[in-house]
């Protein structure tokens, strides 16, 4: 499922983020400075527009082409929306609505009273715009700055809250093909999978260098077994979200982003666990970094449902087909379904 055209735009963007996303950079952005330095050298890359269609000055990519882009949002913790950012503006092209200058965070909007709420937004302390999915099937694009906002737990989360005349302003965005809670989940899982190849990478790199009792530590038996744990969550990670993130977004289907945020989620929490464990103490101080992608893969497994929520949808799924459970396996598994 690799496409040649993933390393043209792979390569060029891995190096902008080697020069621009470092972990500087991303530490000075939780602490609120920086942010719209670090998106208008995004912006003015074109990687925002990699999904729209070549008429409206994009590149005309699949999601599948765009799967590298998004895995290295999360591989160097950037800490903007820009994965979101690209496939929204993708989804407004195909609404024929405008597109606005400036990054958009995804979260889940409800009514309350005369209140429309986002709560927990991933992005939502730093973006310009939020698209809220509504349990209607609807969603709705608002300006971040007329929202009140409220410190998430994340430093990168926000509660927003707009008056209800707001949506009545923006409208509606209606794509009857798109499911957009199951793209926001696979969103989360290919920058899961980004967080999780990093942790893993310098969780074995760190095991490579620190020595104890006259070798690395990394030859002793014990944390051989726990890297390669590693090692196997993370490569069944990557491949569900794969699996997942397909096509266009309105190909996007309910079960396979399930099981990409699903899978992406439990390793999340066992790679997480395990490279603290390798690293010890230092592991958990602020200035070492690690903590900037572990903290992401907690942040990330709750983003768009955590693993118990879409194993409800998952179950639900299941029990209303007539199908063996092996048979809706082999359906959401085949990796050749869209080359037929």
Request: glycine share 8%.
């Amino acid at each position: 499922m690799e496409h040649a055209m993933d390393n043209i735009y792979a390569d060029s963007f891995e190096r902008l983020l080697l020069e621009h996303c470092t972990p500087q950079a991303v530490r000075a952005v939780e602490h609120g400075k920086g942010a719209d330095e670090l998106w208008n050298v995004i912006e003015a890359s074109g990687f925002g527009n990699v999904l729209l269609p070549e008429e409206a000055d994009g590149a005309g990519l699949s999601l599948d082409e765009a799967f590298t882009l998004f895995e290295l949002c999360g591989a160097f913790a950037l800490p903007l929306p820009l994965a979101e950012t690209i496939v929204a503006r993708a989804l407004l092209t195909a609404a024929q609505q405008p597109v606005p200058v400036g990054s958009i965070a995804w979260g889940a909007g409800t009514i309350s009273g005369n209140v429309l709420r986002g709560d927990a937004v991933a992005y939502g302390a730093v973006a310009h715009y939020v698209l809220l999915h509504f349990a209607d099937g609807t969603a709705s694009l608002l300006p971040a700055d007329a929202a009140l906002r409220e410190p998430g737990l994340f430093p990168l989360d926000a509660h927003l809250e707009w008056p209800t005349d707001a949506l009545e302003k923006a409208g509606r965005i209606e794509l009857p093909d798109v499911d957009f809670l199951a793209v926001h989940a696979c969103l989360s899982a290919v920058q899961l999978a980004g967080i999780l190849q990093a942790t893993f990478e310098r969780t074995l790199e760190y095991a490579n260098e620190r020595s104890q009792f006259g070798r690395p530590i990394g030859k002793f038996q014990a944390l051989q077994h726990q890297l390669s744990v590693m090692a196997e969550h993370v490569s069944s990670a990557r491949m569900a979200a794969q699996l997942g993130c397909r096509g266009r977004p309105g190909q996007i289907m309910r079960p396979a982003a399930a099981i990409a945020k699903i899978l992406t989620s439990e390793a999340a929490r066992e790679v997480a666990a395990i490279a603290h464990s390798i690293h010890g103490a230092i592991g958990l101080t602020e200035e070492f970094d690690l903590q900037l992608y572990t903290r992401r893969l907690y942040w990330l497994r709750q983003a768009a449902g955590a693993e118990g929520f879409w194993e409800g949808e998952l179950g639900a799924l299941a029990l209303s087909r007539s199908e063996r459970a092996i048979d809706l396996v082999r359906e959401y598994s085949d990796v050749h379904k869209d080359d037929r």
